[in-house]
Each structure stands twice: as C-alpha cells, then as structure tokens.
C-alpha cells in the first residue's frame, strides 16, 4: 500500500489530503486566516489600560483582543507578545486572551 500526503495552502485556505493507493481516504480544509479558540498567535500590544489592569493586543483581526493583565507582567506599547485565543470575538468584543498557553494532542497535554 502506497501512502502519500498532499498538502496545499493560498492565502485564504489549507486543504490536506491522504491518499492510500490514489484513493483518497481523508481530506481537511480549514481557513488560515480563521482566529478559533485554541489559536496560538504572536501579537502586538496596542494598548495598556491599567484601571481595567488589562492590555489590547493586535492579533491581525478587526477587532483588538483582550488580554488581563498580573502583576507580574510588565508589558509596553508595541511590544510583539505570544497569546492564545480563549474565547472567540463575538459582534462587537474582541477575542479573549491568555499569556498562558495550552496545547493539547491526541497523546500528550503540554501547559504553560
């Protein structure tokens, strides 16, 4: 049996493809640009807000995303800052954010 991966991706779209025996068995498509929960993304802090103790970071979307802020961290305007995706923008909210980053598979859990 013969495998093989086929992988294309544009700006818009991902698509991946397997093939046993050039038949296709499984096919994925997803949006790259698409900003899901779970998303790890590098963004730029746009705005500190200390009253609120919170920071809005450019992710890349329309809207800004909401990061809370400790008081262990010492953030500055313009600063590039690794953040994942909690909660998904809704209407009028950007996204829900966390410096704290989860990545979990099929085998294994990693935390931060």
């Known amino acids: 049996m013969i495998r093989k991966i086929i992988i294309k991706k544009n700006e ?11 038949i296709l068995v499984e096919l994925y498509s997803d949006d790259v640009n698409k900003l899901t929960k779970g998303t790890i993304i ?9 009253s609120l103790n919170a920071a809005f970071i450019n992710i890349g979307d329309d809207l800004s995303g909401y990061l809370p802020l400790n008081e262990d961290m010492k953030l500055r305007q313009g600063q590039g800052i690794t953040v994942q995706i909690k909660k998904e923008k809704n209407h009028n909210k950007g996204a829900y954010l966390s410096k704290k980053l989860n990545i979990s598979g099929k085998y294994a859990v990693i935390m931060e």
Request: hydrophobic fraction near 45%.
């Open 42 to 50: 590098k963004g730029t802090v746009e705005n500190i807000v200390p």
């Open 12 to 22: 818009a779209k991902l698509t991946v493809a397997l093939m046993e025996d050039d």
